[in-house]
């Protein structure tokens, strides 16, 4: 299992580096590392974005609504900033991180409390954090002049050569790669997704677990609210929108299994970054964008078909064991 | 004749009929296991035969061979004299035979016309149902069966199980199905329900029908059956007209069998009383339920399947609410309320289905063990993956667990192995009391024999099981005491000195000794 999921790492990277060398027949300065490096930062909230979802999805939910809690929260802080230039930028990103995380939790609770579906609860909240957003804006726009210059340069900013927007997304990675290996609820997240019956026996509170991993997807859709909003400097209701299938589909390509407990960080972060290189490469190459969004689907059902191989040699080896048994 | 013939040819008063279906040497083996060994089975026209045996005795695998869920290694089917091959369910269902469940296999949310007339339907020219017609017909068949009170336009969903049940008997007759299988019809049925049941299957007799009538219950199989087959440990071990035998021969038919396992010895040095269970109680699964283990003591509990077992010993873990009672672990009083303050308070309970409650298949060996553990593996909320390898290696050892790896996948072990990862996983908590349920189930000979002396070395030790088993030698050989249950309810307290199976069947089944 755990070399099958190592095999399946390695072959996305070598579909990664075969992609780019590919886009560097027709354009070579793609492949040089500068533009890589742009590449990565473009990516920056897509890989944040995968990551929370990526633990939602190994306890076998899913959450639908990520997109629209990052138009909302976007949304309340460009406002809060444009109405009180003098807060500091870091105390509205803890705000988005904590209105985002509020907002996880709702979804969190409808599941923990409730039992009702991951994916009929954030089909939900998806359309109710969209209607919050265009309630408290009253469909109105926040634009670049109303911002502050601290609010929208931050990320801009570069450390050790490195802009601010792409040490979020490592910093993202490393606080996940720990959380997912070296902290007991990494190891319940795994546990519930693999076998939720057994992880109840062990003690473990399967709707408490759930609850946290949506309590996590909302704050980092909380976080990329601020981070997408400063990017692109400007915050309308319209804000990300459709993109919770963009988030999905890396964690699939990533080889995250949609029925939960099968997936790693390294999985989400490449998955994230395959979408995020054809997106760059695409245009410069003269590909239209109506063959870039057949590109990005061929991939995702080829992931899925490569995972779906995968497991059922895993299902092969369970049956052969429910026998013995 | 043959020396390999069945018995039942040999037995068979000649003024019976042939039979209409027969088994010869029926042989079904699943990798280390052994279930169905060269069993014979014959089922007459217009007469019921019961086939009785423990728990794991091979009555769900024939079940399955002949309703095409499986397919026999050796052996013959033959339906009135000419061979049969069933391989699959469809194959079954156009021979004419058909099975109901004690969970009804339909479909709730079709109409009782539907249900009946699924996969067979009247047609009109055009290739559509003909609705008036299936509707029709469905009340004739059911008032064939004088069940003129079930609408053929009525949901399924809306209707008791006993009425469901008497859908699925229609569908049997709407295809002419002339062997009809019970797989314990009358568990989940109220005594007015069974009644009706048995004035159904009276039916199906006159109707010439060959039933197969699967029940623990020896009143039942009195009442309504003709002939008996008692299968034992996968092999045949009689058969006959159960006017011509009483139930202490069936008895001794089921549990009578050479002692083909050997029990570590064992000088029990047991001490006071470490938890006592008082009085609990559940709504519907199980009535004041007092018992006290005491120190370092095996404390066996049988009963047939469906005696509430698991459940008492559900409640004692935590998993499950109870209504009434209480229980203290050694003078203090407790109540879990979740496997996690169990786990924490000293009990630890190892469920019953290995593959579904217990293993984390997808995670490694250390993984498993550490599972319940981890607050004490890890230090300010951050996992000590050394800690945890030592703790897996300890326990693995102890348990003499069999790996290539402790960081390989638990899933690539075999039973016998993945059985003592999850005892090691449980005893890794450090627990006061374990409860074993079904400690051997399903694993081979060599592995039993490790786990029974692992027992045995955990008493030593100063711990107290609870074994739940199904298994009378298991129960017999390891048991300091037994609770017999029988309906939910404790039947008696034995002490295991001088104690036979047949008496423990007798107090679980409720027959008068």
Known sequence: ?325 | MHASAPISELRQPKSAAQPRLTLAGITKSFPGVRALSDVSLALYPGQVTALIGENGAGKSTLVKILTGIYQPDAGEIRIDGAPVKLPSAHAAFENGITAIHQETVLFDDLSVAENIFLGHAPKTRLGTIDWRRMHAEAREVLDAMRAAHIDPTARLRDLGIANKHLVAVGRAMSIDAQIVIMDEPTAALSAKEIEELFLLIEFLKDEGKAILFISHKFDEIERIADRYTVFRDGEMVGEGLLAETDQRQIVRMMVGRAVDTIFPERRPTVGGPLLEVSGLSHPTEFDDISFALRKGEILGFYGLVGAGRSEVMQAIAGMTPVSAGTMTLAGVPIAPKSAADAVATGIAYVPEERGSQGVVIGLPIFQNISLPSLKRTSKHGVLRLAEEFRLARTYAERLDLRAASLSQDVGTLSGGNQQKVVIAKWLATEPKVIILDEPTKGIDIGSKAAVHAFMAELVEGGLSVIMVSSELPEVLGMSDRIVVMREGRIAKIFDNDDLDAETLVRAAAGIAA
């Open chain 1, 1 to 325: 299992m755990k070399t099958l999921l190592k095999n399946r790492e390695i072959w996305l990277l070598a579909a990664i580096v075969l992609l780019i060398g590919l886009i560097a027949t027709r354009f070579p300065a793609f492949a040089a590392p500068g533009n890589l490096l742009r590449v990565f930062n473009d990516t920056s909230i897509l890989i944040i974005l995968a990551l929370g979802q990526m633990a939602v999805i190994l306890t076998r939910s899913i959450d639908l609504s990520m997109a629209s809690n990052l138009a909302f929260t976007g949304m309340v802080v460009a406002m809060t900033n444009a109405a009180f230039p003098e807060i500091p930028v870091a105390i509205l990103i803890a705000l988005a991180m904590l209105i985002g995380a509020a907002l996880g939790a709702f979804n969190g609770l409808l599941v923990w409390l409730l039992g009702i579906p991951p994916i009929v609860v954030t089909l939900g909240t998806l359309t109710v954090f969209r209607g919050a957003a265009f309630v408290v804006s009253g469909g109105a726009w926040v634009n670049a002049d109303q911002m502050s210059q601290a609010f929208i340069n931050l990320q801009r900013g570069a450390i050790l050569g490195l802009p601010v927007l792409s040490w979020f997304a490592i910093a993202a990675i490393a606080v996940f790669y720990l959380l997912m290996t070296r902290t007991p609820l990494g190891r319940a997240i795994y546990a519930i997704g693999v076998n939720p019956t057994a992880a109840v026996y062990t003690g473990i509170d399967v709707g408490r677990t759930k609850f946290i991993a949506f309590v996590i997807s909302g704050l980092v859709s909380g976080l990329c609210g601020y981070l997408w909003i400063s990017r692109y400097v400007i915050a309308s209701v319209e804000v990300a929108s459709g993109y919770e299938l963009t988030i999905v589909a890396a964690c699939v390509i990533g080889g995250i299994s949609i029925a939960g407990g099968i997936g790693s960080v390294a999985g989400a972060v490449m998955g994230a970054l395959f979408l995020g290189i054809i997106n760059n490469a695409l245009p410069v190459i003269n590909i239209s964008p109506f063959w870039q969004l057949a590109i990005s689907g061929a991939a995702i059902l080829l992931a899925v078909i490569l995972n779906a191989r995968g497991e059922r040699k895993k299902g092969r080896i369970i049956l052969r064991k429910a026998a013995t048994a």
